[in-house]
């Protein structure tokens, strides 16, 4: 078990899965033998799997504990879920529940969910299939979801042409804690509350999100999907694919790097491989990660 403290908080990783998946060139097309034999040294085994020559991606929900709340950043797949073709995300059946009791809470015990943003490895856990119907998997828990996103991932769930949203997720995932009366929608930048801020970082979905925590003078940025791998603290332009605007991507990206060097934040992304959270440093030309 994974565990970090800032100030008064802990934080423990709660993983769903952690392996090599994509090939390192579809992801980032700019990647060549030069800058892989530049970074060999920091790359494998946790970041890169130089026999198959494909990266290694984490997938994780952070579960926070600060004055007496547990609080569930980003849910990751979740069981159950049918996604044909995509064979990270298809019928996973794992103890990721399991694995929250080990790291500290029941699903009943958890007083806030907040997703980073509302793509599919976000908000799995959200629901679970009970008698053939998606229900709150968090049956006391307050959802914090992006407006912005809810919008457009709900405009494209209603058009025929286009939906459903997320190959289904919206429905499955999101839609049903909102009808639960669960899920407060929001938009940044918003603060929670004493320790919680919510600042908007778009580019790879539209209403993106970061949380910034603030205890006893420390902090600790949570950046969900604004950098997958650590390639891209050195490569701040290499985008991940998918995204709903890949220039504000990159502009979030620099800008989210810019505040966590600033700040001194611990940093905690969404797929970055062991050990999962760390820093960043100002260098000469950019950015380094002290991981
Ligand atoms: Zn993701």
């Known amino acids: 078990m994974t565990v970090f403290s800032v100030g008064q908080a802990t934080i423990a990783r709660v993983e769903e899965t952690y392996g090599p998946t994509y090939r390192a060139t579809d992801i980032f097309p700019e990647l060549n033998d030069k800058i892989l034999a530049e970074h060999g040294h920091w790359l494998a085994p946790s970041h890169y799997d130089a026999k198959s020559g494909l990266i290694k991606l984490s997938v994780h929900s952070w579960l926070l504990q600060i004055g007496g709340q547990k609080i569930l950043i980003d849910s990751c797949c979740g069981n159950a879920k049918v996604k044909p073709g995509r064979p990270f995300w298809n019928m996973l059946d794992l103890p990721y529940l399991d694995r929250l009791a080990a790291a500290g809470a029941h699903p009943h015990e958890i007083d806030l969910v907040m997703c980073t943003h509302l793509h599919h490895d976000h908000v799995g856990w959200n629901t679970q299939l009970k008698d053939g119907r998606w229900v709150p998997t968090f049956p006391k828990a307050r959802y914090v979801f992006s407006k912005p996103d809810f919008d457009y991932f709900l405009k494209q769930d ?13 429905r499955e995932c999101v839609l049903p804690v909102v009808e639960a009366g669960r899920a407060e929608l929001v938009t940044g930048p918003h603060r929670l509350n004493e320790h919680l801020e919510i600042l908007p970082a778009p580019g790879h979905s539209p209403g993106h999100f970061v ?11 949570f950046i969900g999907d604004v950098f997958h791998h650590l390639l891209q603290v050195y490569y701040p332009d290499w985008n991940f694919p998918k995204n709903s605007d890949a220039v504000q991507a990159r502009v979030s990206r620099r800008k989210v790097l810019d505040q966590c060097s600033s700040s001194g934040a611990l940093t905690f992304p969404g797929h970055v491989g062991a050990p999962f959270a760390g820093y960043i440093d100002r260098a000469e030309a950019g950015y380094r990660p002290r991981f």
């Open 158 to 170: 209603t058009d025929p042409k286009v939906g459903p949203a997320e190959l289904g997720t919206f």
């Open 211 to 221: 949380f910034n925590l603030e205890s006893r003078g420390q902090r600790a940025t």
